[in-house]
């Protein structure tokens, strides 16, 4: 898919991500986006974009794991490797556990089991919490755009395997 195609055919699913900060709710946006602008298949769209959806949600671990670093940093709390390591592998737990929807809703369910493998007190997230809003607007348009990417992705290698000629696995009827 050409890069300005990509662009404007995500625009309006970043738009929807932008305001809502909710990748379910911007899935209606993406499939017609795929499906009707970039010409993927039904087959790649109805599976792929859902599962991304609810489940790919790529910058939830880093931003998490960077609010731990910085409240760890305001709070002058020094964080060595094994700290850093445990609490990216929990925020990605966490995170691929979580729901694509508004961050306040999971906010406290996802943060604090990371703050305390951390050791980072948890009252900071009352300060935390109130100016969320503003990153995860950035985070679900860029989740939304890698979606689609994902789905583009999908679509390309479907077709490269129907292509080269590997063989569907055959259906008997009865079995």
């Not at 300060?127 to 583009?152: Q, S």
């Amino acid at each position: 898919v050409g890069l300005l195609r990509f662009i404007r055919a995500a625009a309006p699913a970043q738009s929807i991500a932008f305001s809502t900060r909710s990748s379910v709710a911007t899935l209606p946006a993406m499939i017609s986006a795929c499906e009707q602008q970039l010409h993927l298949s039904r087959a790649v769209t109805s599976v792929t974009l859902p599962l991304a959806a609810s489940m790919f949600r790529i910058c939830g671990p880093m931003a998490s794991l960077t609010a731990a670093i910085y409240a760890a940093h305001v709070l002058g709390i020094p964080l060595g490797t094994p700290q850093l390591v445990t609490g990216g592998l929990i925020a990605i737990i966490m995170i691929a556990a979580g729901a694509g929807v508004p961050g306040e809703i999971t906010f406290f369910a996802v943060y604090v089991p990371i703050f305390n493998s951390m050791g980072i007190p948890i009252e900071i997230l009352a300060l935390i919490v109130a100016v969320f809003a503003i990153p995860d607007m950035f985070n679900t348009v860029a989740n939304v755009t890698m979606d689609m990417a994902a789905a583009a992705l999908v679509a390309r290698l479907a077709n490269r395997r129907v292509l080269i000629g590997t063989p569907a696995p055959e259906v008997v009827p009865g079995e």
